[in-house]
Each structure stands twice: as structure tokens, then as C-alpha cells.
């Protein structure tokens, strides 16, 4: 199943780097590991969840363009993905990063060129479901094929919806608690964006997500936003202590039990 999406955050030394144009297209021709229909299907994707995600924040921040939001999606093969995320993850000591890296689905790269290198799903993942979902997802759409291209589609709807949301925050230094509040911003984003009947639902996600809620609730949706986008928040900037005290010990344990370093 999908798990966590990490991303790792350099400091300001002069180890970090930023890809061009150029050079992330140069990654597309020899990482891509799809089919072009395959890629046609995974970027009709993208530029859904990219309207959805740039509506939810324009009060904040700019539209990336459909055009170079679909740039941005590198898809490929787990082997592939271990060698990117060893040669380009930076090695500072503000790292945030999960014990078990195995059920990965993307990664963020928000620094390195601001890009997303991803783990596509297929319809072979049918396999890996009960008897029971499977006759349940047959019964909801028609077919067998209809409910292995629905369950392929809203597994990758909710990958990109995770690391489309990481691309509209700024690449800037945080501390723990803006990290794990930009996370949980992603997940909340995986259900916000998502019609229920559409969406493959996981605990550990919609757990988070329902705590970034819960801050929406109590401090309110422009502000959580924008500290999360940004953070900062200009009209208040105190409010940011407030936030971050919501991330106790305890809470960092049940939300983000694999992680370390944090």
C-alpha cells in the first residue's frame, strides 16, 4: 500500500543544487520508465489534481502550470528510485526521513529542482486486494476491468495529490514541527481532493489528514494554509508558536510512528 511520501530538506551549505529546465527533462527521457500512454493517462492526473490543488491555495501562492506541473512527475522503477534518492538526498543534520523507506510510492524533491520522482500503479495491483473488496468494487462499477482501472486511477490520484501539494510549498529551511505540519497537509490534501467513492482510503493517511483538519478547525483554514505554503503568516506570525506546540511527543509518536531523526 501507499505509504508516507518523505522529503528531506537541505540546509543552506553549498552541497545543495538545483536542476534546470533542461536537465529535469534530460531525467524524464532517461529515468521515465512508462509507456506514452501510460503517460498520457498518468498526466490527465495530474493536471486534475494540479486545478484542484491550485484553487485550494490561490490565495497563497500561484498556479504552477499544467504544462510544468506534468514536467515535474518523473515515473519510475523502484530500482531507479532507491538510485535517485541515494545520489540526491541531502546528508545534513536537519533531515527528516522514515525507517523503512520499502513502501515509498513518491518523493518530493523540493530543493534539488522541484520535481517528484514516482512509483506508477497498475492494474496489477488487483492482485494484492481481498475477495471480498474485489466483488464490492466489481458491484460499484460494472466490471472487473472498470474496478482495476478504478482502483489504479485512484491510487495514483492519491500519490500525486500527496507530492502535488509538497510542490506548492516553498522550498525553504524548516524545523520538525513546519515538516510534519507540510505532511499532514499533504494527506489532508488525498482526501480534501478526492470524491470518497474514487479514493483508495488508508488509516495512517486519513489519520493525519484529520489532524490537519482539527488545526484548520481551531486556528482556521488561511492561516494553517499559509504557514504550511509559506512558513510564515504575516497577519499574525505568533500564530505559528501555536501550531507547532500542537506537535507534542505524543502526537509526533501516533502520526508518524517510522519516523526518525525528527
Known sequence: MIEESPQEFTDQSDEKFVLD????????????????????????????????????????????PDSEMTKKFVFIDKDTMNELENAWAPHS???????????????????????????PFSTEFWGN??????????????????????????LNLNVILHEGTHLYQLP????????????TQANW??????????RVSRLDSD?????????IDKYGKPNVHEYALTGNIQDDPWITFDIDS????????????NLKNA
Open 172 to 183: 525553504i529551511e524548516t524545523n520538525t514541527e513546519l515538516y510534519l505540519l507540510r505532511e
Open 21 to 64: 529546465k533542461d536537465q529535469i527533462e534530460s531525467i524524464l527521457l532517461e529515468a521515465q520508465q512508462i509507456s506514452p500512454a501510460e503517460k498520457t493517462k498518468l498526466d490527465e492526473l495530474i493536471v486534475t489534481a494540479n486545478h484542484k490543488i491550485a484553487i485550494e491555495f490561490s490565495a497563497i501562492t500561484s498556479p504552477i
Open 207 to 215: 489519520k493525519k489528514g484529520s489532524f490537519y483538519q482539527n488545526l
Open 189 to 198: 490534501a488525498e482526501k480534501q481532493f478526492t470524491n470518497e467513492a474514487e
Open 129 to 154: 486486494l481481498t475477495d471480498e473488496n474485489k466483488d464490492t468494487l466489481i458491484e460499484d462499477n460494472g466490471t472487473e476491468q472498470n474496478a482495476k482501472y478504478m482502483v489504479q486511477n485512484a
Open 246 to 257: 500542537e506537535f507534542t511527543g505524543e502526537v509526533v509518536k501516533d502520526l508518524f510512528p
Open 93 to 119: 543534520d536537519t533531515n527528516r526521513s522514515y525507517a523503512n523507506k520499502e513502501d515509498v510510492s513518491g518523493r518530493a524533491f523540493l530543493h534539488d529542482g522541484q520535481f517528484v520522482i514516482e512509483l
